[in-house]
């Protein structure tokens, strides 16, 4: 009876001893993510934090991590080894108890005090009654372009809309209306005043207010062209695994597709990537020029990949020729343009880039990009077409970079970047406007000469006009409000289908095919990769590709094409060389390229190099 109570006794000292070690161990993570979370991502909201927490890594490098690992897993070791130490000097000693008791009640407290603090700070209760709730503001201010008469002059203007990666009208000096002490955009600051960007009489930069549903860059470009937000219930950067994106929906490309333009998208990344190319495909049947395009199409060299694709050095590059190439043609033209290099977490550095603010890599980079966007308009208005051509710059969202802007004023309205140039229309009023980015949609056709009836698209209205916008009508804190809550007509324009990709595979709407990574191959110095089992191919196909990247955002994704095998397999080796023969899982992913250029992926595997 004497061994059971002792047994007993031990038995409930181990379990308190790994209760309290657990519990302590959770709050400094949690307490410890927390802090990194507010520090890394100023003004976060809670639409921001579902965003980061359910999207992929791409957009976080290395750095990134590190600085978790070093803020939150760290001290959380520290503290477990602190904790053994403490238990181990007490195990034989009456306050053993009292101890494990304190290290309880203490991990439970700061654990508590700090989600608490979060949960204020997130507004989490109203984010989750929000989502809970169903508005008509959407239903009730929405207008359809089906359902109102849009006259084109005689004479069809091309469109040159380029979307800028973060940028902002904070970025410039105080002077210029940006809150920045030094101006890190003088060359933008300048285009924007000579030209349009609806700041009335005064010399203050203006843009637009970034809404629920509109702050990453497929939801930004999705806003700015349909007028509408990207606001359902799957996460914005999954759009790719839909059969259709907003099938309900008349956007920009759709009015010119109508209209006989020509239309491309040019860009340094994977169009695939949170549904741009079946967006840009579906509303306007664009020509998608994007990173896959270029390396098959031998403008850049197949094992060339930097930042996300590559730089806005060769994107500029690209577009003199391909503007170039769609002057030529008897058809108006749409170019449009997303730049990549002021992405966060800092930018990417390119051999233009000044070092005229030190150490500051993004305001560097900042600097890089004015010059750059600047020299291309330049350039542009010197060509023939110029004069029958209306170019938009506009920054897509404001900027997801950690610490670059913590320390303007909190009373500084934020905003992004905005300018038309060579616009065909006439303002009619000189009242500095305030406005949203789904105000770009029908400002963009006025801008073209168009006519709209009744100034109003989306939920936009044209800025040309003196119809008030949903902003000025409401004020922009009901407008936010009501934008966050759920929508009948979004739910019914979008047309989610929550089981897409199983029913594509199962109607044999999408190929497919088994992929197999064999083991590291030292002689050879490769991982063999084979593709095999495939079924549902289209009529023709015009490649079988490889994706292949280690870090977990994807920064050293390389293409590889496979060569056909006489079993009617495909294969290729990784060359690790390629990868600093770098130690650990290599991520790879296969597709499909058809006669038209759209990928399909078949199936993942892993490679492994120890």
């Known amino acids: 009876m004497r061994n059971l109570s002792v047994f007993v006794k031990a038995f409930f000292r181990i379990l308190f001893t790994i209760l309290a070690v657990l519990l302590a161990v959770l709050a400094t993570v949690i307490t410890c993510s927390l802090r990194w979370m507010f520090d890394t991502w100023s003004n976060l909201t809670m639409d921001e934090l579902i965003y980061h927490l359910t999207s992929p890594l791409d957009g976080t490098n290395d750095a990134m991590i590190r600085e978790y690992i070093d803020t939150c897993i760290v001290p959380a070791v520290i503290v477990l080894l602190f904790l053994l130490v403490l238990f181990a000097a007490f195990r034989k000693k009456k306050r053993y108890y009292i101890v494990m008791a304190g290290a309880i009640v203490l991990s439970v407290s700061v654990g508590a005090l700090s989600v608490r603090g979060a949960w204020q700070d997130l507004d989490v209760g109203n984010y989750v009654a929000d989502r809970g709730t169903y508005s008509t503001f959407i239903d009730d201010n929405y207008v359809s372009p089906s359902d109102v008469e849009l006259t084109f002059p005689q004479e069809k203007r091309n469109l040159i809309y380029i979307f800028l990666e973060s940028m902002e009208t904070t970025y ?48 930004a470009m999705f806003a700015q062209t349909s007028g509408l937000p990207l606001s359902v219930s799957i996460d914005g950067n999954s759009m790719d695994t839909q059969t259709s994106f907003f099938a309900g929906a008349v956007t920009l490309g759709d009015i010119l597709e109508s209209q006989g333009y020509s239309q491309t998208l040019l860009i340094g990344s994977d169009a695939a990537f949170g549904g741009r190319e079946l967006y840009f495909t579906e509303h306007g049947n664009y020509e998608m020029m994007d990173y896959k395009y270029a390396v098959q199409n031998g403008l850049i060299p197949e094992d060339y990949h ?266 290729a080796n990784i060359n690790v060389a390629n990868y600093g023969f770098k130690l650990g899982v290599y991520y790879i992913d296969a597709y499909i390229v058809d006669s038209t250029g759209t990928p399909y992926m078949i199936g993942q595997a892993t490679g492994y190099v120890d």
């Not at 609806?198 to 637009?208: I, P, R």
């Not at 291309?376 to 610490?403: A, K, R």
Request: charged share 25%; aromatic share 10%; with cysteine.
């Open 172 to 219: 410039a000096d105080t002077q210029s209306g940006g809150a920045f002490d030094r101006n890190v955009i003088p060359e933008l600051t300048q285009i924007a005043q000579e030209n349009e960007d609806f700041s009335g009489e005064t010399a203050d930069l203006n843009g637009g207010y970034s809404m629920p549903g509109t702050t990453w860059t497929i939801g």
């Open 306 to 571: 930097v930042w996300w694709g590559y730089e806005d050095e060769k994107l500029f590059e690209f577009a003199r020729q391909k503007v170039t190439e769609l002057a030529a043609q008897p058809e108006p033209f749409n170019l449009t343009m997303l730049t990549v290099d002021t992405h966060f977490e800092d930018g990417y550095v390119c051999e233009r880039c000044p070092q005229l603010y030190g150490d500051d890599q993004y305001s560097n980079v900042m600097r890089c990009s004015s010059r750059q966007v600047s020299a291309f308009v330049q350039w542009l208005q010197q060509q023939d077409f110029y004069e029958n051509t209306t170019i938009i710059l506009c920054g897509d969202h404001p900027t997801m970079d950690s610490d670059y802007c913590e320390d303007i004023d909190s009373g500084y309205t934020r905003k992004t970047y905005t300018a038309y140039i060579n616009a065909a229309a006439q303002k009619e009023t000189e009242t500095r406007r305030d406005f949203t980015t789904f105000d770009q949609f029908p400002t963009t056709l006025a801008a073209l000469g168009v006519q709209i009836e009744g100034n109003r698209l989306g939920l936009g209205t044209n800025l040309f006009s003196s119809e008030p916008t949903l902003t000025e009508r409401f004020g922009r804190e009901t407008e936010e409000r009501e934008l966050k809550k759920n929508s009948q007509l979004i739910e019914k324009l979008a047309d989610i289908d929550y089981d897409s990709e199983s029913l594509k595979v199962r109607e044999g709407r999408v190929p497919t095919g088994t992929v197999y990574a064999d083991p590291y191959l030292r002689d050879i110095g490769g991982i063999p990769v084979t593709v095999t089992d495939l079924a549902n191919l289209p009529d023709e196909v015009q490649s079988v590709q490889i994706a292949v990247w280690t870090n977990e955002d994807q920064s050293d994704l390389q293409w590889i094409q496979l060569g056909a095998r006489e079993d009617g397999s495909f294969g």
